[in-house]
């Protein structure tokens, strides 16, 4: 997932849970840039606690982040977000705000995993397309990495 990241783009993490992700991105040099979003609160005390070079935002992505303002274009968002398990009104705001922030620029891009080879979620606009980047087969089970971005500008309403 880490290596996915192309040097010198601003990353956000979804879902950093105990921080192995967070940990590969800092070690390949992306911590000035990095921002992750824990929902659970001991597991973003914790991160806090071990990741202090890192900004922890606590709460769910869809309502926290609108307190970062105008992102940047060269965003990258990394989610470990469990969308085959999550309940039906959550999985959409999660994949709706995420969606929302890839249609303004073609240059954002989402990394997500999933296993049994099926893509994370559906997209809510159809100018989004996934791209499988590749398989991790030392993951019980095995894991496919996705990439989810724009093929071109496409505004910011989905639809
Ligand atoms: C599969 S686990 C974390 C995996 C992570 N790579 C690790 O090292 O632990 C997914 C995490 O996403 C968090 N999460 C799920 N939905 C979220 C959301 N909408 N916003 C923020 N965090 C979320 C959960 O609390 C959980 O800690």
Redesign the pocket.
């Known amino acids: 997932m880490a290596r996915q990241i192309e040097h010198g783009a601003s990353v956000i993490e979804?879902?950093?849970?105990?921080?192995?992700?967070t940990r590969h991105i800092t070690r390949i040099g992306h911590t000035s840039q990095l921002v992750i979003?824990?929902?659970?609160r001991r597991?973003a005390e914790l991160l806090r606690h071990q990741l202090v070079q890192v900004r922890v935002i606590e709460?769910?992505?869809?309502n926290m982040v609108g307190s970062l303002g105008d992102l940047p274009d060269n965003l990258v968002m990394v989610s470990?977000?469990?969308f085959k398990s999550?309940s039906g009104k959550?999985h959409f705001e999660?994949a709706a705000a995420i969606c929302r922030i890839l249609c303004v620029s073609p240059n954002r891009r989402l990394i997500q995993y999933s296993y049994f080879d099926s893509h994370p979620f559906v997209p809510h606009h159809s100018g989004l397309q996934w791209r499988r980047l590749s398989r991790v087969w030392a993951n019980l089970p095995p894991a496919t990495i996705w990439e989810l971005r724009a093929e071109h500008s496409l505004g910011t309403s989905p639809s």
């Not at 709460?59 to 869809?62: D, I, N």
Request: aromatic share 8%; glycine share 18%.
């Open positions: 979804i879902g950093a849970g105990t921080g192995a992700i979003f824990e929902q659970d597991l709460g769910l992505f869809h470990s977000v469990p999550l959550l999660t």
